[in-house]
């Protein structure tokens, strides 16, 4: 069976990174073209999962000693920004919520019908939500500091992959749904990686595009399902075997991929493709913001999504700093708003619109003095980049903040679950910390300074880009929002902020 689709135009193959081929390096590109490779990424992650579950559920009810909420919102979040910054979205290729993937495809044959996933909710507005939903949720429940909560949002991940992929087509989940994958993957923008097509003219003259569709490929075609394009072994270049190798379940074609959004590096393009023609391409942190990846295939709720996680993430410091609690005593005092949880819900929607407000004033700001009488969402759409790569900074400084207070802690934690449970373990809850105290602050503001000065070449090159002569007018609106921004960024990673999740002292 051959699957015919148009050809992409020479556009859409030049618009790709020609930087050095990770899978070049000795072994890297047989072991991905395994079949089995990501499940040895998804295994530990599963093992993990279990863990928290566990401990959460039935563990001690303290969130430094539990694998909970100390492996959930200490180590992962930290190791998280620490992959895309330095390889790429590493997270969702290790992600165990696709090993529902298998129990789901036979409840669904057994059902005998797959539903379309509906048309208004694909886009990135529910995925908006629902990231608001569990910061709100985080703050106002206490999530970091209750191992129980922490457990049953794990096994409401589960549950809600699986009954979705029961449903709905694969890759639905991780593309409209998925908070902390939508997370990874505006951020993956802003990584050194992304995958793209190796030789051109190959892809080019590939009619299956298995990268997209997947491929079968049998020694005896009649073996074939019928559900992916087959391809004969004696095609296979560097050949991994015969069976189903499934394509991109996200819908990307390797050779028009401008960008990494939407990519959950599962790699299936690379044991699909029959030509060996798939690459993990280095790439310049600035080169995707710079060239408007987003504005064709996802739009305004994408651009959107990377706004708000600026502010979110402002939010989300900012309410574990001293100022931030007397403010909102003053406010609950002054508006009679005695639930904290309200309360909570008020200022993060307040800081929403407020935030949005000012980027869409700046943005068109900087449109309107580059000679472009554009609208609101146009202007957006060009500079909504530049807040990507702020927020991108202050998150991973902010994390890696309280993932370097208490890094080491996760041995005495582990220690502890067995301890708990009766086995002869002594935790040494010495182990916490990974960098001296003082080094903190300059680590994480260096950060925050460095990501801020990517933002401004990316301001500066939108303007050379989209405003020719009066590009030097255009940037500079842009360019001091950036400096107000990184500004304010490093005065909040400067004061004393609520060390949470980490180690404990001796208690009874």
């Not at 390889?87 to 290790?94: E, L, S, V, Y």
């Not at 949720?137 to 992929?165: C, Q």
């Not at 029961?166 to 505006?186: D, E, H, I, K, Q």
């Not at 401008?258 to 060996?276: K, L, Q």
């Amino acid at each position: 069976m051959s699957r015919r689709v148009p050809l992409p135009t020479a556009g859409a193959f030049t618009d790709q990174p020609r930087g050095f081929d990770l899978l070049s390096l000795p072994g890297l590109r047989r072991f991905l073209r395994w079949r089995y490779a990501r499940l040895v990424f998804q295994i530990p992650l599963l093992v993990l999962a279990i863990f928290v579950i566990v401990d959460g559920l039935a563990g001690r009810q303290l969130a430094p000693r539990n694998v909970a909420t100390t492996a959930s919102w200490l180590h992962y979040r930290g190791l998280v920004v620490v992959a895309l910054a330095l390889i790429g979205n590493a997270f969702c290729a290790a992600c165990p919520l696709m090993l529902t993937r298998g129990p789901a495809n036979a409840v669904k044959r057994l059902l005998g019908r797959e539903r379309r996933w509906p048309s208004w909710l694909r886009s990135k507005w529910l995925v908006i939500v629902l990231l608001a939903a569990i910061l709100v949720s985080y703050e106002a429940f206490g999530l970091w500091a209750s191992p129980w909560l922490t457990a049953w949002i794990v096994i409401a991940y589960f549950v809600g992959a699986f009954a979705i992929d029961v449903l709905f087509p694969a890759g639905t989940f991780c593309r409209y749904v998925c908070p902390l994958g939508n997370f990874n993957f505006a951020f993956a923008s802003v990584s050194p990686t992304q995958i793209a097509a190796v030789d051109p003219e190959v892809c080019r003259s590939c009619e299956e595009k298995p990268c997209l569709h997947g491929r079968e490929t049998y020694a005896d075609p009649a073996r074939a399902r019928g559900e992916f394009a087959h391809v004969e072994p004696s095609r296979v270049v560097a050949f991994n075997g015969e069976g189903r190798f499934p394509g991109c379940e996200t819908r990307l074609m390797v050779p028009t991929m401008t960008g990494s959004m939407d990519c959950t590096s599962c790699f299936n393009c690379v044991r699909a493709c029959p030509y060996d023609n798939v690459g993990l391409v280095v790439r310049s942190p600035a080169r995707e913001a710079t060239t408007d990846a987003w504005r064709r295939r996802w739009g305004l709720p994408a651009v959107l999504l990377g706004v708000l996680l600026l502010w979110w993430g402002l939010l989300n410091a900012v309410q574990m700093v001293p100022p931030f609690f007397d403010a909102a005593a003053w406010l609950s005092s002054t508006l009679g708003i005695g639930r904290e949880a309200t309360l909570l819900a008020l200022i993060f929607a307040a800081v929403t619109a407020l935030g949005t407000a000012v980027s869409f004033a700046v943005s068109v700001a900087a449109d309107r003095i580059g000679g472009k009488r554009t609208s609101p969402g146009r202007a957006l759409l060009r500079w909504g980049y530049v807040h990507l790569v702020l927020a991108f900074g202050f998150w991973a400084a902010h994390y890696l903040f309280h993932f370097l207070t208490g890094a080491v802690s996760i041995v005495p934690v582990f220690q502890h679950f067995f301890e708990w449970r009766g086995f002869d373990v002594t935790p040494n809850w010495r182990l916490a910390r990974l960098v001296p105290s003082a080094a903190l602050f300059p680590l994480t503001a260096g950060i925050a300074s460095a990501y801020a000065l990517v933002a401004a070449w990316v301001a500066i090159r939108i303007a050379a880009r989209d405003f020719g002569r009066r590009a030097a007018l255009a940037m500079w609106p842009m360019l001091l929002f950036v400096v107000a921004l990184a500004v304010a960024q490093v005065l909040i990673l400067s004061l004393p902020m609520e060390m949470r999740g980490t180690i404990l002292g001796p208690t009874s």
